[in-house]
């Protein structure tokens, strides 16, 4: 059984920043969700996240999918780690994973885990040319015998090029066993959990680590331009998977892609573009400049133009924009047409149906092959409440009707432009719910040469 304690309790210092340090966002996920899903993918069972600065907002975004610990005042990362007492019973091993490192990959998490098969205690590692302010991995022929913090170290141990990632995979029960000795006296005052390394070795406790060469998976975020680096790291990887496997980017440098998305083949993505959360989007299609897709589900053979698309699924062969908006839950059916400045909201549009220009439809379910001219609104909020229009088949809505809900409109029906339509129409009828005109004999000339 693997567990997980994450430490995000931290102050963040230095990110200069109201924000919780791993709620500031790699791509479209703060630090810590990237470090979650990990974790979730390599099947952890009990994974306990350490909080304290900033907590409520970390709570907020995830509320009950995380199990936390709180931990106050912060005293250090083993002060952190011992917060998760309820851990203390379980089998097997545990993961001690540095919240700020959100980059680490599934496969280099499982190399480790499967070194520690043979360790009470792996570490993770990796040599620097410049090793900063990371903690130093004293050897002894070969032999890890402590993690020294740079602020602790003297020059000789600050020379030391392999680090300390901040990752350890470390039996469970000796942990809770040996966490309590674990002291302060250090240039920080703090209590450091690499100081385990030394309290395993002083039990003749097995202790080794796991080198890696990739720092650019491995790095600790303390600072924005970290998360800057981090940042474009993950987006260079991300759209390069999707140009090996088939997907156009015109401009990586400008398309940011959720590591969360999956793309079909021959999709081509112009600059600008935007693809956060579980989207998922088909074969074929054309996404231009400036459109930004979440959480939604796009099919085949679509040309997004300039759009904005979030919870929503759109068929196949359609046209979305320039400068549409989906949102909240919007089905778009195969063959349809959804034009400039139209938006929709909660809104089932059939198989077909054309809507190209000036519109608003929201909570409204419409029937296959319709027509809406331009400027139609669902005037679906009465001040208090919102309601459905309901619409049938082939029904033709003419230019700047108001559909006042509820109201229901049956198949074939014609709405007459102008129109607002206040009560139901059945199957086959006209409704035209306007003034007529009256025209004034030559009364225009004359006004005009008042
Ligand atoms: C830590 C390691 C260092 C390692 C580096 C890798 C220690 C003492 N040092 O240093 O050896 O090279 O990570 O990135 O562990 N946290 C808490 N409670 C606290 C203090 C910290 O939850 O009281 C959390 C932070 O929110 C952060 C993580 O622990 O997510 C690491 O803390 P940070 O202060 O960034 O440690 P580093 O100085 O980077
Ligand atoms: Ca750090």
């Known amino acids: 059984m693997l567990n997980a304690i994450v430490l995000a309790a931290g102050k963040g210092t230095r990110m200069h920043s109201n ?108 040599k620097l040319d410049n090793p900063a302010s990371y903690g130093r991995i004293v050897r002894n022929n070969d032999s890890v015998e402590a993690i020294v913090e740079y602020k602790d170290a003297d020059e000789q141990t600050r020379a030391i090029k392999e680090v300390n990632v901040g990752i350890y995979c470390i039996d469970n029960q000796l942990l809770w066993k040996y966490i309590g000795e674990i002291d302060n006296h250090n240039a920080q005052n703090e209590y450091y959990i690499t100081d385990i390394v030394k309290v395993f070795k002083k039990h003749g406790l097995k202790v080794g680590a796991c080198c890696f060469d990739d720092f650019n998976q491995l790095q600790g975020i303390n600072s924005r331009l970290e998360l800057l680096n981090a940042s474009k790291w993950l987006q260079k990887k991300t759209n390069e998977y999707w140009i090996n496997n088939g997907v156009t980017i015109i401009d990586p440098d400008s398309t940011y892609i959720s590591t969360d998305a999956v793309l079909s083949i021959d999709t081509i993505i112009y600059p600008n573009v935007r693809i956060e959360g579980k989207t998922v989007i088909g074969q074929n299609n054309i996404i231009e400049e400036a459109s930004c897709i979440i959480n939604s589900k796009i ?3 679509n040309h997004i133009i300039a759009s904005r698309i979030t919870d929503s699924e759109v068929g196949s062969n359609v046209t979305v924009g320039p400068n ?21 909201k909660n809104t089932i549009f059939g198989k077909g149906s054309k809507c190209a220009h000036l519109t608003y439809v929201g909570d409204s379910t419409v029937g296959q092959n319709c027509n809406f001219g331009c400027g139609v609104v669902t005037v679906n909020y009465d001040g208090k409440n919102k309601h459905r229009c309901t619409i049938g088949n082939h029904v033709f809505v003419g230019s700047n009707v108001n559909l006042i809900a509820p109201v229901t409109i049956g ?40």
């Open 19 to 126: 924000k919780a340090k791993t709620m500031h966002k790699i791509l479209d996920k703060p630090i810590l969700e990237h470090v979650y899903d990990t974790l979730d993918k390599l099947q952890c069972k009990n994974i306990v996240c350490v909080v304290g600065h900033g907590r409520e907002e970390i709570e907020d975004y995830f509320s009950d999918r995380l199990t936390y610990a709180i931990q106050q005042p912060q005293l250090g990362t083993a002060h952190a780690v011992m917060q998760a007492i309820s851990l203390k019973e379980k089998e097997g091993k545990t993961l001690i994973v540095n919240g700020d490192c959100p980059l680490i990959q599934k496969e280099t998490y499982q190399k480790m885990i499967e070194m520690a098969e043979q360790y009470d205690l792996v570490l993770m590692t990796t």
């Open 299 to 301: 099919g085949d053979n």
């Open 324 to 344: 549409a908006h989906l949102r909240n839950n919007c089905k778009i059916g195969d063959n349809c047409r959804i034009g400039n400045y139209v938006e929709m």
């Open 411 to 450: 198949d074939y029906a014609v709405l007459a432009a102008g129109s607002t339509v206040t009560d139901d129409v059945e199957e086959k009828d006209m409704a035209i719910a306007r003034c007529r005109q009256q025209v004034k004999k030559g009364y225009g000339f004359k006004y005009l040469n008042k």
